[in-house]
């Protein structure tokens, strides 16, 4: 049986391949143009994806065992080492250092998929090693749409992977939107079921993604893929499929309101 762990390490492989496809074919113009991330350049995300895996490698092999667990200065020294280059650099490095991240996860074994627990850096205790890869898938595949965005209006999250991400933000992440959401930019609480899924993005005094059987107020009609770009901030009108609409006591631009992305 395929572990939780090894669905979401495969899904990072291939996110890591179309990271790698795009890396090697983009210009240095596109580098330096503007990314799905509204401050950054395509090059400056690249460089967030490439520093984002030299420290989760980082955190990785400390949780393992395998070395000392890195010091309070450790990330600091590591975004200024990759600011500090060149955007040619800064895509070519971040394709890279992603390749290590995902070699060292698949030469997992199956029971290590269950076993291992993991604290990426930034959380009160370790987590399973399943959410530790989807905290990494999440932030793969979104800086990866941001970098495929800069040169196709139309780019979307893979099927696979939005799969993936809607089990972990119903699992695991389930704590995520509840640091990105501005839950007070709504006036009402509201649930927003996600047509033709199990899914509910439930705004009341905390917001949380979950298939518990919530009353329904409102739909999000769409793709999963955009209701999932929409709670990062990435759903923005140029960047909205057609016929993807809200229908009930909430709109869609009140729900960019409520998540403007980072």
Not at 24 to 42: E, H, M, R, Y
Not at 113 to 123: D, T
Not at 140 to 151: E, K, M, N, Q, T
Not at 207 to 220: C, E, L, P, R, Y
Request: hydrophobic share 45%.
């Amino acid at each position: 049986m395929t572990t939780f762990a090894a669905r979401t390490i495969a899904a990072l492989r291939a996110e890591h391949d179309s990271l790698a496809s795009v890396g090697s074919t983009i210009s240095p113009a596109q580098l330096k143009g503007p990314s799905g991330a509204s401050d950054w350049t395509v090059a400056q995300v690249f460089s967030h994806l490439g520093s984002g895996a030299e420290i989760t490698l980082a955190a990785f092999r400390a949780g393992t065992g395998e070395a000392e667990a890195p010091g309070p200065d450790f990330n600091q020294r590591v975004w200024d080492r990759w600011n500090a280059m060149s955007p040619e650099a800064q895509a070519a490095g971040a394709v890279e250092s992603n390749a290590a991240l995902v070699a060292a996860l698949e030469a997992l074994t199956p029971e290590q998929h269950e076993s291992l627990a993991i604290n990426p850096g930034f959380l009160p205790q370790p987590v399973p090693l399943a959410t530790f890869a989807g905290l990494r898938l999440s932030e793969v595949a979104h800086h990866g749409w941001d970098i495929r965005v800069g040169d196709d209006p139309a780019a979307a999250l893979s099927d696979g992977t939005a799969a993936l991400l809607a089990e972990h933000l119903s699992g695991g992440l389930s704590f995520f939107l509840s640091f990105i959401a501005k839950r007070e930019a709504i006036a009402e609480p509201a649930v927003i079921g996600i047509d033709g899924t199990p899914y509910r993005i439930v705004l009341d005094d905390r917001a949380h993604f979950t298939t518990d059987a919530a009353t329904v107020t409102a739909t999000f009609v769409g793709p999963l893929e955009s209701a999932l770009r929409l709670i990062v901030g990435r759903l923005a009108p140029a960047h909205t499929p057609a016929g993807v609409e809200v229908n009930g006591n909430v709109t869609l631009d009140g729900l960019r309101e409520v998540f403007p992305g980072f």
